[in-house]
């Protein structure tokens, strides 16, 4: 055993016996003397400590120290009261304290007194003990939810259990610490009274002791006995002051990076230069008023500003420091991880120039590419209620000259070329025309690049549509964007979209959750609506369309899809129709009610069962009305049930890619129905 563990073990114990002894046991005046000064000694230490610890737990033991410290110091009081009373004289460190210090005057021993009573008592024990209080309870409110944070991180792989059980165990000691200090301010409260009861005990005593026993003048005896008690009040209230001050500081203490009070004082104020220089200005100003002292203004107010600067001048560079350290430290070496995982990254959406067509897209030579994507972004926004990604453009040297590439997460799905110095002219009449005749990549027309030198002849002579490189390439981007739009929309882009209607419509998204209603589920059905052209700008009212019908039974993938088609029939029907008029093919009744039969669920949609035989016939009358009515300048769409709707709007993407199927629900009341044709006595019996 060491020496500290036996004075834990031996001697902290005999002490707190001995403050028992002293209430019974008179003193001498020179262990008195000595004791006081410990007291003193021990309330500078305590105060110290609290302002040097980094975490106030770290100090954990204060509340049992404060305790002690209190009774201590009654201790010493009930013993100077013995001997004032008993001989007149309580040694000299009380005598000094009642005449030196307070210049022997009594009144103004008494003045003091009753001020270090009232700082203690109101300012600085009645806040410490409402901070111990809050500070308790708030640390008790939040232990439970803390804990269940940790057991969170543990089971999902955050930290592991020695820094899990280290966490549990910070908490519990903050709580315990926190608790305790509540009802250890309680100590400094009562000591405040007590010692002002003592002192009070002891005046009216020492009084009537030295006018009745020792038969001194009534002027005397209040001379004696005043000084003697204002002397023990003042070394019993001093310590206690300290004292209440270290409760104070160390409840107050707010979470700091591991730093004394000192040092979070000094960095706080280094940190707010502005403040210093506003305080200087306002000083010096102060100097110029007639009637105020220049000097002690002046010198604050011009220290005040060269302090100011000194410390802008440091924070400074400071600053310039950490930002190069955080730019080395960001950048990765070439062969890192995290160097690596960027080369790696799949981008959804890229746009490959060969080398001869990258002035394209610089600015620096007149190029506009890159502006255009960005138009082309905006105006996807708002006409389809999504963002599509970044479309990362870069050159690539290994293409052929005057070609472009356009790759979907990194797979190319399309290319077409772009000669410099050259227009892409479509129109019937291009074969009047020089140039070399080409496919238009986005619609597939025949198409020629001619000379831009023949712009006007194109447009003025023959009625062609010629179009730059440009907007060749932005055109055909435009178009595969279009294609593979459900593919483009991500995940994050969904929570995006979520994010902005918790901002404007809370109780939508709050009713969702309620539902049970995951981002997955979201991003399934928009990714579907997208697909089948929808826009989904209205994104509000898809989330509470899906939102209802996830309350019903079959709350399939499928189901809200439809769900939310239904809610958007309007603009799908709006998006369609000319001039207020819809042009439809319609399925024959009976026929309708045999597919329906044939409609099964499948493993992520229902899908149309029903002989190949009869399939086929089905495509090639609807083909055929549809390629009649376009014939004619219309676009029609085929209205079946919801029930047939899904199956064969699956059925037709690849058969009729252009035909858009709705569902009888989806039709907007504010158009006319116009039947291009009726799909009927198609089986194969019938025939076509």
Known sequence: MNNR???GLFGIPAAVIAIVVMLIIPLPTILLDMLISVNIAAALVILMTTMHVEKARDFSVFPSLLLVATMFRLALNVSVTRLVLLHGYAGSVVQSF?????GGQIIVGIVVFLILIVIQFVVVTSGAGRVSEVAARFSLDAMAPKLVAIDGELNSGLIDENEARRRR???????????????????????????????????IGGFAIGVVQHHLPVSGAIHTYSIL???????????????SISTGLIVTRAKSDDTDLGS????????????????????????????LPHIPFIVIGVGLLIFSSRLRSAADTRKADAEDAAAVAAAPTPDSPLALATEMRVERLELELAANITPLADTAHGGDLLDRVRALRRKIAVERGFAIPTVRTRDNVNLPLHTYVIRVNGVEVSRGIAPPGKLLAIGPGIDLMPGDATIEPAFGLPAKWIPAEARDQAIGALGLTPID????????????????????LSTQQVQTLLDAARATDPAVVEEMKLAQLTLTDLHRVLVALVDEGVPIGDFIRIVEAITIRSRQPNSSS???????????GARITATHARDGRLAVLTVDAVFEQQLVAGVHPGDLRTILHVEPQLTERLIAQVR??????????HEPVLIVSSVLRPALSQLFAVAVPRLVVMSINEIGRHVQLERMGVISNVSVEAGV
């Open 624 to 633: 055929s009305a549809f390629d009649q009515a376009s014939a004619r300048g």
């Open 169 to 203: 165990k910070e908490i519990d000691e903050s709580s315990e610490f926190y608790g305790s200090m509540d009802g250890a301010s309680k100590f400094v409260r009562g000591d405040a009274i007590a010692s002002l009861i003592i002192t009070f005990i002891n005046l």
């Open 469 to 488: 490189g440009a907007s060749a390439i932005i055109t055909h981007l435009s178009e595969v964007v279009t294609a593979h739009a459900g593919t483009l």
């Open 5 to 7: 563990q036996r004075i």
């Open 98 to 102: 009642g005449s030196f210090v307070v």
């Open 229 to 243: 008690s204002i002397g023990d009040g003042l070394v019993s209230q001093i310590p206690a002051l300290l004292l």
């Open 558 to 568: 499928e189901a809200l899809v439809e769900a939310a088609r239904v809610a958007l």
């Open 264 to 291: 979070d004082i000094l960095s706080q104020i280094n940190a707010q230069h502005h403040a210093l220089r506003i305080a200087g200005v306002a000083m010096t100003l102060l100097a110029f008023v007639p009637g």
